[in-house]
């Protein structure tokens, strides 16, 4: 016969006479692991090192017991329901029931009338046993399911990352290709589009990952919404106008100031919008209005689209939920949107909601936004970033991609600067003392010296005297704050278009 494990041993709690005892030598000669208690404390101290089944004499449910015993059964995890029996004095039948019920603070309670027969115990005590061990099995599976996930959200964010280094070089090899004229607009066309869509799903993917393992950080300022909402509706004309839907922002008059990170507030605006186009068909109508409403801002996103219905209504909020629409796939989207729209609201200590009337009826997505306290208002305008400047410019790329190297040399020289190139992190700082340049564009992952370093000797060699940014693949806020820490200006996310990589380079300016 085996030996039962720890977690199959039966606790008993009889603090007086020889019941407990008896009581455990009767399950010992079955075979089965008894372990006598005589204080509460000591039951915890046991039931914390692992037990099948609990097993106590009315009598010992004395004060404390509620507390200790209760508490500890109230906070048992999700996999966790412990059998409990307690053995009574024997009473009438209705004394029973009523018994049961104030002992429901124990969970799992049975209870067993004196005299109790050695059959009787053996038998309830053994199917016990038999269901905690498929509680543990559950929490095996669970265990399992949680370390999956884990590995599957560190998968996602390492594809996420490996996936924007080649679209940051096909992005920008795009626009100067675009730039020069070349005799295929067309089929061009199709490449922009289709790799500004790659690059918004691995960015979904990066952010939904970092989400769900609670890595985003907000980077709080005054936002004045109202403008935030018109540049963001302006910002998805192009994609409403190709879909022939119509999109039209309805804002009353008036700012409306919120605190939050605008950076995550536009992202939250572009999900809904970019999905109210993309489930109404050609010839409909998109509305985001935006008004005030008892300290709340409240934004709304409404469309005449396919609508949604009532049990699908709080369940698109969850990670990688799509309703079956009957559409076909080519709308694309991975499920992420709104799990990351619904996750930035409520770090913004605000909610979201969907209402629809139903299939065919459209829906609408309500945001609400606790209202900035006058407080937390800007003094003075905005941190005026430089004006910008289009002179020509020394600017000296490294970056240990060749490809990487070639289209960013296309590009800068494009815009009329002057390019010097290295490809790891000495070299890069050789060729800086050689070519003496204005702007340093740094990838971050370079052999030799990583770009956070080669960013911290070039600062601490030359000073503020030559402008630092840094153009990777690791997007978050938090590698923006690293990266900003080691002495950059700027930091720049892969893929990056030119007309970006232009204003960041017009807008440097050594001396500011
Ligand atoms: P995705 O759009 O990538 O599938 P989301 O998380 O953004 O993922 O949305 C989840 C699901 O919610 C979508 O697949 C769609 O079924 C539904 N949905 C979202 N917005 C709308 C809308 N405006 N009208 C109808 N259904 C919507």
New binding site residues.
Partial sequence: MTRPSQSERVLVLAPLGRDAEVAAAVLRSAGLAAVVCREIRTVLEELRAGAAVLLIAQEALGAGAREGIGEWIAHQPPWSDLPVFVVTGGAPRQDHARALRELSWLGNVLLLDRPLRRATLLSVVRSAIRARLRQYAAREVLAAREREVLARDQFLAMLGHELRNPLGAIILALDVIDRRGVAAPRQLDVVRRQSRQLSRLVD?LLDVSRVTSGKITLHHHPVELAALVGRAVEAQQPPAAAAGVSLRAELAPGEVPVLGDPVRIEQVIA??V???I???RPGGH?TVGLETSGGDAVLR?H?D????AAA?LE???????????GLDRA???????????KTLVTMHGGRVR?D?AGPGK??T?TVRLPLASPADRPAGADRAAAAPDARPRRVLVIDDSPDNREVAQSALEMLGHEVCLAGDGPSGIEEAFRCNPEVVVIDIGLPGLDGYEVARRLRAARGRGMVLIALTGYGQPDDRQRALAAGFDLHLTKPVEIDALRRAIERSDPSA
């Fill in positions: 979904d999900n809904l970019g999905n109210a993309k489930y109404t998109v996103v469309d689209g396919i609508g949604l699908d369940r698109v909020f969850d990670t990688f939920v799509q309703v079956d629409s709308r694309g989207g991975l499920g992420l949107g709104l799990t990351l729209v969907a629809s459209g829906s997505f």
